[in-house]
């Protein structure tokens, strides 16, 4: 389960007042102006003017007298000493050349203390004040480059070299004209975990990469902090758990940090700088002495083209160094501020919206060979933030975990359906818009191993207490993270069956994620759901806040802000989670499309005065105290007792109609029913109140969250996904926009099945998953695509750029030249990124195959079977979980499982009009191994098994079919016309088959 929201405590907001950093311009006296430009002009003297001076009146090292070969045993004369004199001085330029290069390196990256140059004392010590000088100078110049360029300056691009410690001396003098010096007592550096953005969270190797310059320097930052009290009074005992609001101590050479005295509280830490430093958000200003920020308060930015990232995690100026210098990673900086990112996330929230505009407006001009023009539009749209979709899309829909997996099973189950009626050269209509970039975000954020733990971990708890004659407990709310499932008991039972334990005197019975998975599901495909009311109020700091509907014993009052909002997502889990069976849910004044979901769940109702009857008519029936939960355990899935019903209104209850409620909801006792209603009304037994940012408490439970919410674009573009999945009649598969191999292959791209990258090359451990995705884009995307937009591909939820465009250098270097020398990863004219011709994937040779085979030319089934014997697997097979969501907003998922199919349906025909059957199945197994769904492929493998005669084999692909029908993950059995072709072709199947479900 991914990372949740933070609860209220550590909400990020805008501080109050102007609170932005300033930096104070150093004053530089002539002389040391001066200075630098004499150490400049020895500089270039004496790395220019004296080889020049020696190669004129000297000649080169190595000059005819020392080359002679008799050089040892010849008399040593005048020649000889003066060749040797000169070899010398040519060795002790030398010498000087390395010291500079070894002090710029020092100067420019801030490494600290420079390497020494083995015999080098005097001559590194003169290198090393030149440089400084040097560099002194620099320093100087770029301050006053705002005053120099007043006019319409551009953006400044960065520098290739660093402020030298001396710079950083005069600004720090600088800055104690306002403030006291913090030199004057010990100091250290301090970095403040910043609250999420989305569901983008800190982790301490993104802190060493952006602060230390290399993500595996992050147990330095771990050794650093250990044990150490935090500000909320925890303690950071294991390396990938760190929390917003903690304040962690970094080593010497650490950038992008806060500089505190040595002996300030963590807390005290906290409250002064509770938001990212100078160097790293974007919005740091120059200001004169006693000049108002104003007057010359222009924002240092730099070329985000430039980037400044290519060593992945270069240091950057920090505030204990120079505030600005020439080394800064402005292009970071720039990325980061609110209108120069893509979205608000920690560094380039690559996070998405904005990536998906710039993709769809990238890859409408990258149809074609693309422009100079198209690109700078995309590019520049992309990080002005024209349209951000995907951000908000994420920001509600990828954390609602368990509706994001509750949504996509049901999509599944009708685009199933779809497939029952897929016609031959069509495709199932894929979504567009809102909806696509939904079906992203739910991709996302879907928690499909937790709805199943929450699912099996209570269909268990039911039957373990079965078993042993229990009545089930009060369960009021439940914790789910992916550590496993708390559930809160009321009363305390200190006696939890297995594999639950129970915590706390009893009050919290736990079942680890672990003892989850080992859970066998078929074993409990029968067992009934116990507590089907257990709803999402929201997320915290660790996981998920659960509440139960049915414990409330009376009304649930929802207040405040967005609380049609929070209606809908809660309609929507409960329309669609999987721990519930036969349940009902009645929806007042909104929801009528719901319906279109979940038809056997939900009921629309346009006012309480239509809903009331019904409920009231149930309610004559209801059992004694304690019945509901026992009568649920003692049944079965398919025909549970005291199936569930639940009523949730829009509309506010009128007193009449609120005192009928508050009857129905007979408070003190389970129903099997539960009402939550919008708005403040009498007897409500719970009150969930929302406030303006999102937060949602519970008091009469003590429970506060960041709540779960649906707005109403986000609910649209949902209902849009099922649209399109009820249209039957398919839509044509487009023209595929993948050109033909362009000679051999160097490197192969393989999707046709699990993912393979051939020649195996050695990748760093960690980075394989992610770099096969991003060749995979490339490879499907042949007409490049932007860096901004493949940052938010690979990071959806947020990338520094600094990290995306080193992790993009070491790909290309990873992946080296082609036969030519040319690299196989470049940036094109319009600055999109492309693969050489010489990376090729196997989708590519099966198009060209098929297009090979359109005719009728003798040619045309061994064509077919080539590009057949491509087909491995499940396109993309065994991908890592949480990557190529952007399949669901991609032609590539639907257009090769159609094509797939239709190739092996098109060999089928052939064989069998060949009289080959075992080659028609032999054709039609191989596209199964892909589109497995395809009902016509299924048919069509029925008619080749039955044209072989053999009738024992057509009975075992006939009860294979029922059985794969009957546990399906998306249930609905076989099609109509399936079981009308076996009749047909087995007339006695169903005396040895079950019905199918």
């Not at 294991?238 to 963590?266: C, F, S, T, Y």
């Not at 003590?702 to 398919?730: N, S």
């Amino acid at each position: 389960m991914g990372a949740p929201y933070r609860s209220a405590p550590h909400r990020g907001g805008a501080p109050p007042g102007d609170r932005r950093p300033v930096r104070i311009r150093a004053g530089r006296s002539a002389g040391d102006v001066l200075a630098g430009l004499g150490a400049l002009v020895l500089l270039a003297a004496l790395l220019g003017g004296v080889p020049f001076a020696l190669l004129r009146y000297a000649g080169p090292p190595l000059t005819g007298e020392l080359l002679n070969p008799d050089l040892l045993t010849r008399r040593v004369g005048p020649e000889m000493i003066v060749a040797l004199l000169v070899l010398v001085v040519w060795l002790a330029w030398a010498q000087l050349v390395l010291c500079v290069i070894v002090e710029v390196y020092a100067g420019v990256r801030r490494v600290g203390m420079p390497a020494r140059v083995p015999f080098a004392g005097g001559t590194q010590a003169l290198a090393n004040r030149l440089v400084s000088a040097v560099l002194l100078l620099f320093a100087v110049s770029t301050v006053a480059g705002p005053i120099i360029g007043s006019g319409s300056a551009a953006p400044l691009r960065p520098a290739a070299t660093a402020a030298a410690a001396e710079a950083g001396k005069e600004e720090r003098a600088a800055l104690q004209q306002v403030r006291p010096p913090l030199g004057a007592r010990k100091v250290r550096k301090v970095y403040v975990v910043q609250p999420p953005e989305g569901r983008h969270h800190e982790s301490l190797w993104e802190i060493a990469e952006k602060c230390l310059g290399d993500g595996r320097r992050y147990p330095e930052i771990f050794r650093l902090n250990r044990d150490k009290v935090q500000p909320d009074g925890s303690r950071l005992r294991m390396a990938d758990l760190i929390r917003p609001g903690w304040v962690l101590e970094m080593p010497d050479d650490a950038v992008n940090v806060h500089v505190v005295p040595a002996d300030q509280d963590p807390a005290e830490t906290l409250r002064n700088h509770p938001g990212r430093p100078a160097e790293s958000d974007g919005r740091t200003t120059h200001i004169d002495p006693g000049g108002s920020a104003d007057a010359a308060g222009r924002s240092v930015r730099g070329d985000a083209a430039e980037a400044g990232g290519a060593s992945g995690g270069d240091g950057t100026a920090g505030r204990a160094d120079a505030e600005t210098g020439p080394g800064e990673r402005s292009g970071e900086r720039a990325a980061e501020r609110p209108g120069d990112r893509p979205g608000a996330g920690s560094g380039t929230r690559a996070g998405a919206g904005s990536e998906a505009a710039a993709k769809a407006r990238a890859e409408k001009g990258a149809t074609g060979a693309g422009t100079e023009d198209g690109a700078a539009n995309d590019a520049g749209e992309a990080a002005s933030g024209a349209r951000e979709p995907w951000p908000d899309l994420l920001d509600y829909l990828a954390t609602g975990s368990l509706v994001a997996a509750g949504v996509l099973a049901a999509l599944g189950r009708r685009r199933r359906e779809q497939l029952w009626h897929r016609a031959f050269g069509h495709r199932i209509p894929r979504p567009q818009g809102d909806a696509a970039e939904a079906e992203v975000a739910l991709r996302l954020g879907s928690d499909a191993p937790g709805s199943r733990l929450l699912d099996l971990g209570l269909r268990l708890l039911g039957r373990r207490l079965a078993e042993e004659g229990r009545t089930p407990p009060t369960i009021y709310a439940a914790h789910l993270s992916r550590y496993g499932i708390d559930l809160w008991i009321h009363p305390p039972e200190p006696d939890a069956p297995e594999p639950w334990t129970a915590l706390d005197g009893g009050q919290v019975w736990r079942l680890a994620a672990h003892e989850g998975r080992r859970i066998d599901e078929q074993a409990l495909a029968h067992v009934a759901a116990p507590y089907p009311g257990l709803v999402s109020l929201g997320t915290n700091a660790s996981g998920r806040i659960m509440v139960d509907l049915e414990a409330a014993y009376g009304l649930i009052s929802v207040i405040g802000a967005h609380t049609t909002e929070a209606l809908a997502a809660l309609a929507v889990e409960l329309a669609t989670n999987r721990w519930s069976d036969g349940m009902r849910i009645t929806l007042v004044g909104f929801g009528e499309e719901l319906t279109m979901i979940a038809p056997d769940r939900v009921r629309h109702v346009s006012s309480l005065a239509e809903a009331l009857p019904e409920l009231e008519a149930r309610a004559a029936h209801l059992p004694g105290p304690g019945d509901v939960l026992t009568g649920r355990i003692a049944a079965s899935a398919t025909d549970p007792a005291w199936p569930p019903h639940y009523l949730l209104s829009a509309l506010r209850p009128d007193a009449y109609e609120a005192r009928r409620l508050a009857m129905l909801a007979r408070a003190g006792i389970r129903t099997a029913a539960g009402y939550v209603v919008a708005g403040a009304v009498p007897y409500a037994a719970w009150t969930w109140a929302i406030d303006e940012d999102r937060t949602v408490r519970v008091d009469a439970l003590g429970l506060e969250a960041r709540a779960q919410l649906l707005p109403r674009r986000h609910y649209d573009a949902v209902i849009d996904l099922f649209r399109t999945a009820r249209r039957e009649q398919g839509e044509p598969i487009p023209a595929a926009n993948v050109p033909p191999p362009a000679g051999p292959a160097s490197i192969e791209v393989r999707i046709l099945g699990p993912i393979e990258i051939t020649p195996a090359r050695p990748l760093e451990e960690g980075r394989a998953d992610l770099v096969h995705e991003m060749l995979v884009y490339l490879a499907t995307h042949p007409g490049g695509v932007h860096p901004v937009v493949l940052g938010g591909i690979l990071w959806p939820r947020g990338v520094q750029q600094s990290v995306r465009d080193a992790t993009f250098e070491r790909v290309a270097r990873w992946l080296g030249t082609d036969r030519t020398g040319r690299p196989h990863l470049y940036t094109d004219a319009s600055g999109r990124l492309r693969l050489g011709p010489e990376v090729q994937t196997d989708w590519q040779m099966f198009v060209a195959l098929t297009r090979r085979a359109r005719g009728d030319g003798p040619d045309q089934a061994a064509l077919l079977e080539q590009a057949l014997d491509l087909v491995r697997g499940p396109l993309l097979a065994d991908r890592p979980e949480g990557r190529y969501a952007w399949l669901a907003a991609d032609d590539l998922e639907y257009d090769v499982t159609a094509a797939v199919a239709d190739a092996a349906l098109r060999l089928c025909e052939i064989r069998l009009a060949q009289g080959d059957p075992e080659r028609a199945v032999r054709a039609v197994r191989a596209g199964l191994l892909l589109a497995a769904d395809d009902e016509n492929l299924w048919r069509a493998l029925l008619r080749a098994v039955h044209a072989t005669g053999d009738t024992a084999r057509l009975r075992a692909v006939v009860d294979s079919l029922h059985r794969r029908a009957a546990s399906h993950p998306y249930g609905i059995g076989m099609a109509p016309e399936t079981e009308a072709l076996i009749d047909e072709l087995l007339p006695a199947w169903r005396l040895h088959s079950l019905p199918s479900a």
